[in-house]
């Protein structure tokens, strides 16, 4: 199970280390290796929010996911959006970006740098959606149930979490924005424009796939019932694999935008280490292939059914980097204090649900966690 999950990222690893020592020698095998950890401790908490996405989808999309998704994730938010975003700040051609990122690094680094305001209140406004609408949701296991039971209670204001998301952003636009730790000036009209930018498109992405995940819900409702009438059987299977396309599909995207989010404070932080694309790629894509594989081991393990306060840990741990992205728009926070606060969060609610597992009497809690995703893998 572990060789056959983990393989191509153990094999990536071999050859990306590899290349990079034959490349730019030892140093630059060093900072690869860096950056890899780097990326892999920044976004442990996102393999287990894309799990329980993830496991809701069959085989085949979950393959697209490590294959497709990961050409995206590293090719995509790893080496393609740095250099568009020099190339839009900067109001230049994508030719002369790729020059600059190659022939003037520095100044690369400075116009990506200069960058960051936007990337943040974008980013940080996404994943603050994400973390407000699972914590005003009703749900069956509380973890921090002094915190979740009120939450849940307020929740069934159905606009609630838009509102407040909408209010952190004002307020970060009007007392954050003044970009001191990015090179000063008055970044308030692009903070706003950027968090509404991130809020929109996480109401229409997650709101589509929400849309065809209920509808391939209801569809396989109607399929359980004409299975019991002999008349009906031969109309609906055509419909409900169609629904069940599009919800991956949107599923799919959903992930992919999740995904971009959890990037954007590993390719910012990656410049404390290096300026080098090529560099940043590589090693930041090692971390995002050993993220994609977790992802679909922990599917495989049903350890979300097994370890149920795991996903509460991650979703806190989604709303701290939202905060964190936040505040980095004027202060800077060194990203292993952003790394630790995931790590120990996840911890922290892992730990509680092995404590809980042991006072139900099912220390392992195996079996029917795992048999429920075992078919669909």
């Known amino acids: 199970m572990l060789l056959k999950t983990f393989g191509w990222s153990f094999a990536i690893t071999v050859f990306g280390l590899a290349l990079a020592g034959v490349l730019w020698g030892w140093q630059g095998l060093a900072i690869v290796g860096i950056l890899s950890i780097l990326e892999i401790s920044l976004s442990f908490d996102n393999a287990v929010i894309n799990a329980g996405i993830l496991r809701k989808m069959n085989a085949f999309w979950q393959k697209i996911f490590l294959t497709v998704g990961i050409l995206v994730a590293v090719f995509g938010m790893r080496l393609v959006f740095p250099v568009v975003i020099v190339a839009i700040t900067a109001k230049i051609g994508p030719i002369e ?16 740098t200069s960058a960051h305001p936007a990337i943040a209140a974008f980013g940080g406004m996404f994943l603050l959606m994400i973390f407000l609408d699972f914590i005003f949701e009703e749900r069956d296991y509380k973890w921090l149930a002094w915190i979740e039971r009120p939450m849940a209670k307020l929740g069934k204001l159905d606009t609630l979490s838009i509102i407040i998301a909408l209010v ?7 007392t ?28 229409i992405v997650g709101g589509v796939s929400g849309y065809f995940e209920d509808k391939l819900e ?19 299977t055509g419909a409900a694999v169609g629904l069940a396309g599009k919800a991956a599909f949107f599923m799919f995207l959903y992930l992919e935008v999740i995904d ?23 090693g930041l894509g090692i971390g995002a292939m050993y993220i994609r594989s977790l992802t679909v081991f922990l599917v495989r393990k049903g350890t979300l059914d097994e370890y149920v306060y795991l996903e509460h840990g991650a979703h806190y741990a989604i709303g701290a980097l939202a905060v964190i992205l936040l505040v980095t728009i004027k202060y800077e926070i060194h990203e292993v204090i952003t790394g630790l606060i995931g790590v120990v969060l996840i911890a922290l609610s892992y730990w509680s649900s092995v404590v809980k597992n042991k006072r ?6 195996e079996g029917g966690a795992k048999s429920e995703v075992a078919s669909g893998v």
């Open 218 to 236: 209801d569809a396989e409702e109607g399929e359980e019932a004409a299975a019991a009438t002999p008349e009906k059987k031969g109309g609906g």
């Open 168 to 174: 952190v952003l004002l307020v970060s636009a009007m």
């Open 360 to 365: 139900d009497g099912k220390p392992g809690a």
């Open 176 to 203: 954050v924005a003044t970009d001191v730790a990015h090179g000063g000036g008055d970044k308030s009209a692009t903070v706003l424009l950027s968090g509404v930018a991130g809020l929109i498109t996480y109401l």
């Open 97 to 112: 970006a790729v020059d600059l990122a190659i022939n003037n690094k520095a100044h690369y680094e400075e116009l990506v």
């Open 260 to 282: 971009a989010s959890f990037s954007f404070d590993g390719v910012i932080s990656a410049f404390a280490i290096t300026n080098d694309i090529f560099m940043m790629a590589l």
